[in-house]
């Protein structure tokens, strides 16, 4: 199983690591700084370097075994099983990614509902609501979340056991989407006063690095059901 440094920490944006299996899409590596697709967070990019050789990884996204496909290029070469290959980051994009998912949590903090799906970009992202009574405006919106980025709290993560998890259903907001169990423990993403929530993200390290955000649009997906759009201001 590749060794995630991107859980350990985000903000790794170059790494070292071997090539441990080579497949028609792309390699597999030891350990690896990029995010595969999940959660409603695209897949990471970046660049694969080794001796003699370079390949653009186009995406990254989850394999068998818990293992992280490195989606190279069609027509890109491809390094032999055990190549020692040096890895780097797209930074300015999976920070917009850290940034947006982070203040997606923020606003799910503000508007009280059950979210029924989502999707992180590093243009826009949106989160979807099954909401009863007077719905939001975007101001509101816009306003209430700043309010919180400003506060600029720590964001961590925490561990809790599969059991606790499933004793806590308030942890769980995403109602699409379940968190990974079975591995016997299960991560949270804390915001500080602000929110608490199972999530497997990357994020920023405090919610003033979010900046600043505009709801931007708000669309009805049915009869309870309303899409909140956000951008970085």
């Known amino acids: 199983m590749v060794e995630e440094l991107f859980r350990q920490d985000a903000y790794i944006k170059e790494a070292d690591a071997t090539v441990t299996a080579v497949e028609e899409r792309g390699v597999r590596l030891d350990r690896s700084i990029f995010y595969p697709t999940g959660g409603g967070q695209p897949g990471d990019t970046g660049l694969l370097r080794w001796d003699g050789g370079e390949a653009r ?45 982070t203040a997606l949590h923020v606003m799910s903090a503000v508007i009280k509902g059950n979210v029924t799906g989502g999707q992180v970009g590093a243009d826009k992202s949106r989160l979807d609501f099954n909401l009863e ?21 720590p ?18 907001k ?24 199972a ?6 390290a405090r919610s003033g690095e979010i900046g600043r955000v505009e709801c931007i649009k708000i669309e009805n997906k049915g009869k309870m059901n309303r899409r909140f759009i956000i951008a970085l201001a």
Not at 86 to 96: I, K, M, P, S, Y
Not at 133 to 153: C, F, H, Q, S, Y
Not at 155 to 172: G, I, N
């Open 199 to 204: 999530c497997g993200g990357t994020h920023v």
């Open 57 to 101: 990884i186009v995406d990254s996204v989850k394999a068998e075994g818990g293992d992280v496909l490195h989606v190279l290029a069609p027509d890109a070469p491809r390094p032999e099983v055990g190549t020692k290959v040096h890895t780097v980051l797209d930074w300015e994009r999976r920070h917009l990614h850290m940034r947006m998912h």
């Open 155 to 172: 964001v961590t993560q925490q561990w809790v056991t599969d059991e606790e998890l499933t004793s806590r259903p308030e942890l769980v």
């Open 133 to 153: 009574g007077e719905i939001p405006t975007k101001e509101w919106v816009t306003e209430e979340v700043n309010k919180l980025i400003a506060l600029d709290r």
């Open 174 to 197: 995403t109602m699409s989407v379940r968190p990974p169990m079975g591995a016997g423990r299960v991560r949270l993403l804390s915001i500080e006063g602000v929110d608490l929530q």
